[in-house]
T-cell receptor, first 115, second 116 residues
Framework: DVKVTQSSRYLVKRTGEKVFLECVQD?????MFWYRQDPGLGLRLIYF???????EKGDIPEGYSVSREKKERFSLILESASTNQTSMYLC??????????????FGNGTRLTVT | AQSVTQLGSHVSVSEGALVLLRCNYS??????LFWYVQYPNQGLQLLLK??????LVKGINGFEAEFKKSETSFHLTKPSAHMSDAAEYFC??????????????FGGGTRVLVKP
């Protein structure tokens, strides 16, 4: 069974801090994603990666960056946390598969509060 | 560009009653369609997906959905609600073009409350 592990379940950070959210998957998936989830807005894609050292912007990349140095690990970085980045962050992975066919496997999420 | 609209952010059903969650999408090309469920304090799990072929798709936990191209809809149903169905449900679409990669676009979610 695919396992996507997010290192922290809850995080509280101060405005201006640099924040790292870590995600590890154990199924050798090529694709990894970071979403944020807010009530009424569903999930919005921040960044994704198709391969090691490769990254592409999603729909709301402003204020975020990512790192993928190893295939199994995808990190989301908030360079200078702000209160509007308080949210639930979800990491997901998928195999390359037939184009568009492979489902996403999600971690349990990290609830980040920026004060 | 693709988008997903879920009608109703909250739905309340009685145990044993029909569950109907509505999803409409827009996509300039034939889409892949998904329903995910999120139980409290957990990530999302795949319920079912439509890719090609039969338009009525059966998923886990007794859920099914029907792809209707003419109505651009992919509504989720379950004939008889169970208390364990209380969760948030998300419809998602992925465009069937290489340029879109594997990106999913999600709807805003529908939270289901099941009354005893």
């Amino acid at each position: 069974d695919v396992k996507v592990t997010q290192s922290s379940r809850y995080l509280v950070k101060r405005t201006g801090e640099k924040v790292f959210l870590e995600c590890v998957q154990d199924m050798d998936h090529e694709n990894m994603f970071w979403y944020r989830q807010d009530p009424g807005l569903g999930l919005r894609l921040i960044y994704f990666s198709y391969d090691v050292k490769m990254k592409e912007k999603g729909d709301i990349p402003e204020g975020y960056s990512v790192s993928r140095e190893k295939k199994e690990r995808f990190s989301l970085i908030l360079e200078s946390a702000s209160t509007n980045q308080t949210s639930m962050y979800l990491c997901a992975s998928s195999s390359r598969g037939t184009v568009g066919n492979s489902p996403l496997h999600f971690g349990n999420g990290t609830r980040l509060t920026v004060t | 560009a693709q988008s997903v609209t879920q009608l109703g952010s909250h739905v309340s059903v009685s145990e044993g009653a029909l569950v109907l969650l509505r999803c409409n999408y827009s996509s300039s090309v034939p889409p892949y369609l998904f329903w995910y469920v999120q139980y409290p304090n957990q990530g999302l799990q795949l319920l079912l997906k439509y890719t090609t072929g039969a338009t009525l798709v059966k998923g886990i936990n007794g859920f099914e959905a029907e792809f209707k191209k003419s109505e651009t809809s992919f509504h989720l149903t379950k004939p008889s609600a169970h208390m364990s169905d209380a969760a948030e449900y998300f419809c998602a679409v992925r465009a069937l073009v290489k340029a879109a990669g594997n990106k999913l676009t999600f709807g805003g979610g529908t939270r289901v409350l099941v009354k005893p």
